[in-house]
Each structure stands twice: as structure tokens, then as C-alpha cells.
């Protein structure tokens, strides 16, 4: 297991956090904000690997459970899908939880329409994304049916429900998390869209201080 401590000297009962990155992002997509993080904590940032959502889920899951004590779990996207997911079914293991640019259920018709345009872009376009093409739409289209509605009202942690201003296709479903999550706050950064973790590091960083040090 590899994993960053921000001071070397700070004991083992530290804070632990799991940065999860979203699709045709990696790992390395949470260093800026990270290094505006303030606060000593222990910090992991996973590389997802996975053809289908039900093993890249297995493989998040087990790498959680490898980690010793509670967690706080950040994730963008399809991270915070797994997140959500993980919550969900190890609330004992969950300490907080941050969805940013969140969805609990699958828009189907987005993913299918998504999909269409994957099948005609170039082979290269999906290599930062460390997926093949053809388990990038594998990816997606096992995630069609995908909804955790009826689950929402067991997630008790604290929660910060984070969405870009400009991120439209994301608000909806930003305010029905915040609304379904009975300990859940929520924050719209201001000139950001999707990827806030890339578009506006330092001030998603601030918010994750304020978060954390209430909780």
C-alpha cells in the first residue's frame, strides 16, 4: 500500500483520506489541490483499474478495506460514484464523504448518447484516460443501470455535496444528494465546471478545510 504523509513526524492515529479521481482523469489529477490542503493528513490517491463498473468497484473496495481505521472519502465523477457506492455498503468504515460532480442514478440516455461519441473518436483520444477504448465504452455501458435512490437515507456521515457552477448536467443531481443525505452540506464553486479538482484547485482545497475541520 503507498500512500503520502504531508509531515513524517505526526503519529499513526492521523486523519486518513482517499482522493478518487473521475473517468479520463488520473490519480495525479488531485495533486494541485492536495498540495493546498492545509490540514496533516494521510493521503491516498488509487489507480482505478477495471473493464466493467462491478470489477472497477471490487478493486476500489478492496483496496479501502486493505486500509486500516476509518476513512474520508473524496471523489470526482465516477469517483464519486464509488464513493457513494463504498458509503453506502461500509458505513462503519466512513468517517466523511465529499461527491463532487455527483450522480446517484444513471441519466441512460446521457450514457447511450456518450457512448455513440466514443465509438467514432480515435483510439488515441482515451490514452490519458489509462483505458482502452473499447473498455471505455464497456466501462460506461455497464454503468447504465446504476441507482443508489433508495439508498441515500442510510449514508449518516457528514457530507459535502460539492458541483461547478458551470457544470449543468451535474446541479440536478448535486440538489437531490443534498437532499436525499440527511448530514450533507452543499457548495457550488463559482466559475468552475466539471473537473473543479483541475479548474480550481485552491479554492476546492479551502472548502475541504472548512469541511474537515468541523468534522
Same mark, same amino acid.
Given at each position: 500500500?503507498v500512500?503520502?504523509? $504531508? ?5 499513526? @492515529? #492521523? #486523519? ?8 479520463g482523469q %488520473? *490519480? ?8 493546498f490542503i492545509? /490540514?496533516?493528513?494521510?493521503i491516498?490517491?488509487?489507480?482505478? =483499474?477495471?473493464?466493467?463498473? *462491478?470489477?472497477?468497484?471490487? %478493486? ?12 474520508n ?11 457513494? @457506492?463504498?458509503?453506502? +455498503? @461500509? ?8 461527491l463532487? *460532480? ?5 441519466? /441512460?440516455?446521457?450514457?447511450k ?7 467514432? #473518436?480515435?483510439?488515441?483520444?482515451? /490514452? ?9 465504452i464497456?466501462?460506461?455501458?455497464? #454503468?447504465? !443501470?446504476? !441507482?443508489f435512490? $433508495? $439508498?441515500? =437515507? ?11 457552477? =458551470?457544470?449543468?448536467?451535474n /446541479? $440536478? ?9 440527511s448530514? *450533507?452540506k452543499?457548495h ?6 466539471? +473537473? ?6 485552491? =479554492? ?12
Amino acid at each position: 500500500m503507498v500512500y503520502k504523509i $504531508k509531515n513524517e513526524r505526526l503519529r499513526d @492515529n #492521523m #486523519m486518513q483520506y482517499i482522493f478518487i479521481n473521475g473517468l479520463g482523469q %488520473s *490519480a495525479s489529477s488531485w495533486d494541485k489541490t492536495i498540495s493546498f490542503i492545509s /490540514k496533516p493528513a494521510r493521503i491516498f490517491q488509487p489507480d482505478l =483499474k477495471g473493464s466493467t463498473y *462491478a470489477s472497477l468497484y471490487q %478493486s476500489f473496495s478492496d483496496y479501502c478495506n486493505d486500509i486500516p481505521g476509518t476513512l474520508n472519502l473524496c471523489g470526482l465523477s465516477l469517483g464519486a460514484i464509488l464513493a457513494l @457506492n463504498y458509503a453506502v +455498503e @461500509n458505513p462503519e468504515k466512513v468517517q466523511s464523504l465529499v461527491l463532487i *460532480a455527483a450522480q446517484y442514478k444513471m441519466p /441512460k440516455v446521457l450514457l447511450k448518447f456518450q457512448n455513440i461519441i466514443f465509438r467514432f #473518436m480515435p483510439k488515441s483520444s482515451f /490514452k490519458e484516460s489509462g483505458f482502452q477504448k473499447r473498455d471505455f465504452i464497456k466501462l460506461t455501458n455497464s #454503468m447504465i !443501470d446504476l !441507482d443508489f435512490s $433508495k $439508498k441515500l =437515507k442510510d449514508i449518516s456521515c457528514p457530507t459535502l455535496i460539492i458541483c461547478g457552477e =458551470k457544470d449543468n448536467e451535474n /446541479k $440536478k443531481a448535486a440538489e437531490n444528494l443534498f437532499e436525499g443525505i440527511s448530514n *450533507a452540506k452543499i457548495h457550488f464553486v463559482e466559475n468552475a465546471g466539471h +473537473e473543479v479538482n483541475i479548474e480550481a484547485p485552491e =479554492k476546492l482545497a479551502t472548502i475541504f478545510d472548512a469541511f474537515w475541520l468541523e468534522n
